[in-house]
Nanobody, 118 residues
Framework: QVQLVESGGGLVQPGGSLNLSCTAP????????MEWYRQPEGKQREWVSTLDTGGRTFYTVPLKGRFTMSKDKIKEVVYLQMNNLKPEDTAMYLCKAECTLPALSIYWGQGTQVTVSS
């Protein structure tokens, strides 16, 4: 089982930056693709980015260029660097793991709140 714990959220002014972390012990040995989602209050959850098992990254088009996803395989942590934040980026940010070993399994973290406001 892969237990995901997000951190790094908080209150930031427009134009600021945050670097979210998702601690995911076992994501390498369980062969997990990792993803970030976000869910604004009262709205649907939306996909933000993917880091697949081959190391490739994909982003939702509106966020590409401002958000960067990366990983530290040794620490087993996945990051989401967010720059030039806007009020519309305010949301709960959640980490997801889709793993294939020993069987196809999906895991979610509890999320970390990001609030962009002056």
């Amino acid at each position: 089982q892969v237990q995901l714990v997000e951190s790094g959220g908080g209150l930031v002014q427009p134009g600021g930056s945050l670097n979210l972390s998702c601690t995911a012990p076992g994501f390498t040995s369980h062969n997990c693709g990792m993803e970030w989602y976000r869910q604004p209050e009262g709205k649907q959850r939306e996909w933000v980015s993917t880091l697949d098992t081959g190391g490739r990254t994909f982003y939702t088009v509106p966020l590409k260029g401002r958000f960067t996803m990366s990983k530290d395989k040794i620490k087993e942590v996945v990051y989401l660097q967010m720059n030039n934040l806007k009020p519309e980026d305010t949301a709960m940010y959640l980490c997801k793991a889709e793993c294939t070993l020993p069987a196809l399994s999906i895991y979610w973290g509890q999320g970390t709140q990001v609030t962009v406001s002056s």
